[in-house]
């Protein structure tokens, strides 16, 4: 397929109605807020549905206050799953919870795409119950947008949490599936991935990771990627890579870091800027700079970890999301939804399978590249 | 000892002159850079003196022009260690190089401190080779300084990348070395250590990890510091701890991201204020504000890993350090030499040697504490 078809199909993709299924609870504000994110997101996106998961008697009047009655179908579900539950105990009893159900809608093929802002451990649980695990896939992973200097203004990097340990093979399932999320998420058509690391030389850091390298630059032509090497720290937000692999809990740690830097600096700017008359009328005059710069690196305009691996797409938004994060979650999986991401990861990973199998040829390659972009 | 007894002491200790043995060759700028930086600190700090180390015929005109000969010896050493060489290597053929010969003085007792701006593994390599771990360490580690919401401005945390490994028990030592670091370079009396983690919930996370947090917090009294648990990436600039403790391979990761992200963040703010007239203007009036922040994060001021778990303290400069980042090194290379840091860490690990051969008693507690405040 050639790249103008390719990009018709994408737009022709759009066009159809995207069902989105979102979960009201769970999230720290309450579901006022998850619903007038929702009417936001529907105010922008006119050919987007959802079906809202929650207490029917909660929900409704909310859903009534914010005209989305037309475009909204509530699920009615009497249980929440909270913050504190673990996730084993959730799987036992949490069969009448709003986050089951808001998966449940998302199995049976009544929607596209399952959002939800509660604990993520349960819903990472529920869904690999669920949804199961994509051929090939041993571990799912988070992935998460990174603020960056690439002309997108982002990166991809996972896993950022879904579990705390990746073997070799688990790093190429990510490296494939980021790449295929950047390709669908970001728009590019090669994206270039790189495995996270102490140091760029090769002699540097973790066994594991050297023989994660083998395999990845050998599946880079068939994974329709290039692969770069190692990356550091402080490649994470450089126009050096796209999609930064590591295994769940180094990239939590760095994920977490990065996002309390950046807190920091901006405590210290206001501050900065409060503290003579001079500076508050600095602060005055260079307003619109400094909301240019704030919107850039608003962690709510980047809200949404996506499960990956999984046979549908999942989309975890922060827990503390208000209604500009939720909004912005429901847009980045109402475009992964149109993109028909969980279907073209799913076939991309199938493919690496076969072709481990297979040893790699040309036209394993090809077969590989046929079968994503055409994944009927 | 008495808190006053003891303030006496430290006074007493400072006025003390501490010898520095500073390595003028490896950096990326060269040694003009590094006897800039000297001449600086030596200016500042009137009980100082240094012996500086590489080519002599280079150094000795560059000590003429700053006029720091009086205080300044410098130790003729031919070779250089480089960026590129490999520590296998430099160990084997490294004898004449400039590195080796710092390393050297502190070892014959000429000097307190060492301090070069080389090659991180070559350093440690000739470090642990020439002046040996302190009894009880099995991993030494390397230590730096954080930004954070603390009054001091700072935290500690270690290891940022001396190993890429660490076991239970080295996370042991690096919580007890960490807090020696954090009384003697901070001045805080009883540290609080926390351990890096995905999660602060006592489920989440490492199996390794969860049996450190049990020898932390059993070593914590004898190692005269409050634990305060399992803390996540976005505490690292946060106030609610003082002392980090990491392997070396989650460390480096989040040191360098954080670095990036300010970087990042830095540019962005730069471009946000060069965008229009008015952004431009506003830039001058808050000058004064902009410039307190950024000598808040400026990352030169922080610029110094200390290597902990030896019998003498060596400090590691950033490569790419400028005359101001040579001069933070050595000013902290002269306040951890004035505080007699590596005696007190040598004395708090064998102290928990002894401890954990012994079952913590009170006496035993008290015998520690005792050593290491009165290391003589």
């Known amino acids: 397929m050639t790249q103008a078809v390719q990009d018709a ?51 409704a009047p909310l859903v009534t206050k914010r005209r989305i009655g037309d475009r909204v179908t509530i699920r009615d579900a009497r249980d929440v799953v909270k913050m504190t539950d673990k996730p084993s105990q959730v799987l036992r009893s949490g069969k009448e919870t709003s986050m089951w159900s808001t998966i449940d809608a998302v199995k049976q093929g009544e929607a596209d795409v399952a959002v939800s802002c509660g604990n993520t451990g349960a819903l990472m649980a529920m869904s690999m119950l669920q949804l199961r695990r994509a051929e090939g896939v041993k571990r799912p992973a988070i992935a998460c947008l990174w603020p960056s200097r690439n002309p997108s203004g982002f990166n991809v990097m996972l896993d950022v949490g879904a579990d705390i340990r990746a073997e070799a093979d688990d790093l190429l399932a990510f490296a494939m ?20 690391n102490v140091g760029t030389e090769e002699h540097k850091g973790r066994a594991e990771l050297k023989e994660a390298q083998d395999l990845i630059v050998r599946a880079a032509p068939a994974g329709a990627f290039d ?49 003579t008359f001079l500076s508050r009328i600095a602060a005055l005059l260079a307003m619109t700079s400094l909301m240019r710069l704030r919107r850039r690196i608003d962690p709510r305009r980047v809200n949404g970890g996506v499960f990956l691996g999984l046979n549908k797409t999942v ?19 109402y475009k992964l939804g149109a993109s028909g991401l969980s279907e073209r990861v799913a076939a991309r990973i199938a493919s690496a399978v076969v072709l481990a199998q297979d040893g790699l040829t040309e036209d394993a390659e090809n077969r590989a590249r046929a079968k994503e972009e055409d994944p009927q």
Chains 1, 2 share one sequence.
Do not use: C, Q, W
Not at 238 to 259: C, Q
Not at 320 to 329: F, K, L, N, P
């Open 9 to 59: 199909s994408a737009t022709e993709a759009k066009a159809k109605t995207v069902v989105l299924s979102v979960d009201a609870m769970g999230g720290d504000k309450g579901p006022a807020t998850v619903v007038a994110g929702l009417a936001r997101f529907l105010a922008d996106t006119p050919d987007a549905k959802a079906i809202l998961h929650g207490p029917e008697a909660e929900l």
């Open 177 to 196: 599936m980021g790449a295929s999320y950047a390709r669908n998420g970001l728009g590019l058509p090669t994206p270039r991935v790189g495995l996270l």
């Open 227 to 275: 692969y770069v090497g190692f990356v550091e720290g402080g490649d994470l937000p450089s126009d050096r890579v796209d999609v930064i692999v590591t295994d769940g809990f180094t990239g939590n740690i760095a994920l977490k870091t990065g996002e309390g830097t950046a807190t920091l600096i901006s405590t210290l700017l206001k501050e900065a800027f409060n503290k």
């Open 315 to 333: 989309i975890k938004s922060h827990g503390s999301a208000d209604e500009t994060g939720v909004a912005a979650a429901l847009s980045l999986a």
